[in-house]
T-cell receptor, first 110, second 114 residues
Framework: GEDVEQSLFLSVREGDSSVINCTYTDSSSTYLYWYKQEPGAGLQLLTYIFSNMDMKQDQRLTVLLNKKDKHLSLRIADTQTGDSAIYFCAERDSWGKLQFGAGTQVVVTP | ETGVTQSPTHLIKTRGQQVTLRCSSQSGHNTVSWYQQALGQGPQFIFQYYREEENGRGNFPPRFSGLQFPNYSSELNVNALELDDSALYLC?????????????FGEGSRLTVL
């Protein structure tokens, strides 16, 4: 099974906040990432957090990291239709290898 | 725009054939890694190159091989193609092995094996 786990689907109304959750297993992870993938496209780096931080904010995005529980979340404020995509959580080990979750499909409804 | 470019964007091969995919890293990045993303799944790590040497490999057979060139561009070669090799192949570049958080992906090469 996956070392990184995410819920598969999230539906959110336009203007509301979205919260995507992720759990990981490698306590020695250096960085944790959130990527966005639109249909037929590659991976767009949204944000990342160093493992010794517990929060990072970047405009509408807020990342929370709970190292004790190995839990990572991404909050998108004021969700827009353009935020509809698949979101991947990934952990990076000390060698630089990324381990991805299966992705969370976010659907934004009017 | 990540500065990571991949070619070709799409290609179709038949079982048993060989394929070469190419990646040009972001300027200044000396580490490149390759991932395979099957339909409906997250990307899976194939291998990583740092300063022209393989520096880590995932659970892929030897018929998956790679090269990194002095200008840090890279190739992924797959021999004896199988139907299950159909996937999006993604290249990612970064500065050093894990020294900074920035890790950028290209748009990918979509391979279909018939």
């Amino acid at each position: 099974g996956e070392d990184v786990e995410q819920s598969l689907f999230l539906s959110v109304r336009e203007g509301d906040s979205s919260v995507i959750n992720c759990t990981y297993t490698d306590s020695s992870s250096t960085y944790l990432y959130w990527y966005k993938q639109e249909p037929g496209a590659g991976l767009q780096l949204l944000t990342y957090i160093f493992s010794n931080m517990d929060m990072k904010q970047d405009q509408r995005l807020t990342v929370l990291l709970n190292k004790k529980d190995k839990h990572l979340s991404l909050r998108i404020a004021d969700t827009q239709t353009g935020d509809s995509a698949i979101y991947f959580c990934a952990e990076r080990d000390s060698w630089g290898k990324l381990q991805f979750g299966a992705g969370t499909q976010v659907v934004v409804t009017p | 725009e990540t500065g990571v470019t991949q070619s070709p964007t799409h290609l179709i091969k038949t079982r048993g054939q060989q394929v070469t995919l190419r990646c040009s890293s972001q300027s200044g990045h000396n580490t490149v890694s390759w991932y395979q993303q099957a339909l409906g799944q997250g990307p899976q790590f194939i291998f990583q190159y740092y300063r022209e040497e393989e520096n880590g490999r995932g659970n892929f057979p030897p018929r998956f091989s790679g090269l990194q060139f002095p200008n840090y561009s890279s190739e992924l070669n797959v021999n004896a193609l199988e139907l299950d090799d159909s996937a999006l192949y993604l290249c990612a570049s970064s500065l050093a092995l894990a020294g900074t958080g920035e890790l950028f992906f290209g748009e990918g090469s979509r391979l279909t094996v018939l």
